[in-house]
Each structure stands twice: as structure tokens, then as C-alpha cells.
T-cell receptor, first 113, second 112 residues
Framework: NAGVTQTPKFQVLKTGQSMTLQCAQD?????MSWYRQDPGMGLRLIHY???????DQGEVPNGYNVSRSTTEDFPLRLLSAAPSQTSVYFC????????????FGQGTRLTVV | SQKIEQNSEALNIQEGKTATLTCNYT??????LQWYRQDPGRGPVFLLL?????KEKRKERLKVTFDTTLKQSLFHITASQPADSATYLC???????????FGKGTSLLVTP
């Protein structure tokens, strides 16, 4: 099993550019989520999804869009990158509500210049 | 607002000793609490989950306690090894119940 796969691992963007961070899981998990991790801030929830076609905002959603057209994929879109979005991004998946562990991808390190 | 606090100071201990990490929370009534390990440049990895009706849980050299009155969890690593050096994260269910909120983590360094 591949688990949770994120691509790319590293990315440098110019301010104003757009890009999509990819996340795919092969465990048939219902729940998926995106976090960003910054020094001193810990992991903060950006968006999450409880199934195909259903998404909701987390703690820090501004500047990010998500969609969930399939159970397997949960891409994160930056429409107009800003230096404040420089961070490490993690995608996670969970089998279902409560009492279950979250599986994380290896992360995408994004730098916006 | 919901808050999860972990000791921000790094914990340095000698190999063979027991490491104890603390997680305190406010404005939560969690059904369960989770602990994760994160190595540099890697995603968090699940270690243990403890439910509100469980006082203690063990897995090999790991032990977690959960006191819902004190709103605190303690995470113990007995007979610590240099390979245990990592950042340890405490997590509680986010208000919707569909994702997790994490503490900022505590860095553990085990020296030979």
C-alpha cells in the first residue's frame, strides 16, 4: 500500500502564481484533510472533506480552495500565491469519524518568493 | 476557543531514562486523544489513541494517561533510546469531529 501520496515534494512559486498540491490515498478512507505547518505554529487545519463532493473550511482557509471529486483524491489549490503561504503542507486521511488514526503524506515544502 | 498546550521547551534526557511529555487542553470535551511522532522532514505518524473512559494505555515502551478532570494527558517513553528522538504531537478532535487539532509538539532528544 502506498498510503497517502503528496506531490510535489518541493515547489518554489512567484507571488501571484497559482498551483495545485496533489494528494491521493489508496486506503478507501472517507475523511481527508489539509494542514500547514509553520515554525512555532504547529499543524493548522486548512480544509477537510468527509467524502466525495463534501468539503468544509478549517482554521486557516483563506487563499486556498479544495474539491473532492473522488474518494481517492483531494487537491489543494493556491489561486494567487503570497509569501505568507510559504509553509510545509501535509495531507492526511482517516477511515471515518472518531477513534481512528490519521495517516499523513510526506509533505510538500512550498516557498513563495 | 479550543486550545491544546504542549511544553514548547525541548526535553533532553539520557538514554535509558523515562521521558514524560505533557499535553493540556482547554475548552474541549474530547471523546479521545491521540499522540503522534514526527521526524524532521516527515509527516506525523500515529502512535497511540486513548478514549475518555480509559485512564491509561500502553504499547511496548509507550504509556499514555488521560485525566479528563485535569484536562491533561501524559505521554511516557520508558527505557528511552536515541532513536526515540523526535517531536511528539498531541491531537484532539476538531469541533466538527471530522479532523484533528494538534498541539505545537514537544521536541525530545535522547542522548547516549
Amino acid at each position: 500500500n502506498a498510503g497517502v501520496t503528496q506531490t510535489p515534494k518541493f515547489q518554489v512559486l512567484k507571488t501571484g502564481q497559482s498551483m495545485t498540491l496533489q494528494c491521493a490515498q489508496d486506503m478507501n478512507h472517507e475523511y481527508m484533510s489539509w494542514y500547514r505547518q509553520d515554525p512555532g505554529m504547529g499543524l493548522r487545519l486548512i480544509h477537510y472533506s468527509v467524502g466525495a463532493g463534501i468539503t468544509d473550511q478549517g482554521e486557516v482557509p483563506n487563499g486556498y480552495n479544495v474539491s473532492r471529486s473522488t474518494t481517492e483524491d483531494f487537491p489543494l489549490r493556491l489561486l494567487s500565491a503570497a509569501p505568507s503561504q510559504t509553509s510545509v503542507y501535509f495531507c492526511a486521511s482517516t477511515l471515518g469519524q472518531g477513534f481512528t488514526e490519521a495517516f499523513f503524506g510526506q509533505g510538500t515544502r512550498l516557498t513563495v518568493v | 476557543s479550543q486550545k491544546i498546550e504542549q511544553n514548547s521547551e525541548a526535553l533532553n534526557i539520557q538514554e535509558g531514562k523515562t521521558a514524560t511529555l505533557t499535553c493540556n487542553y482547554t475548552n474541549y470535551s474530547p471523546a479521545y486523544l491521540q499522540w503522534y511522532r514526527q521526524d524532521p522532514g516527515r509527516g506525523p505518524v500515529f502512535l497511540l489513541l486513548i478514549r475518555e473512559n480509559e485512564k491509561e494505555k500502553r504499547k511496548e515502551r509507550l504509556k499514555v494517561t488521560f485525566d479528563t478532570t485535569l484536562k491533561q494527558s501524559l505521554f511516557h517513553i520508558t527505557a528511552s533510546q536515541p532513536a526515540d528522538s523526535a517531536t511528539y504531537l498531541c491531537a484532539l478532535d476538531q469541533s466538527s469531529g471530522y479532523a484533528l487539532n494538534f498541539g505545537k509538539g514537544t521536541s525530545l532528544l535522547v542522548t547516549p
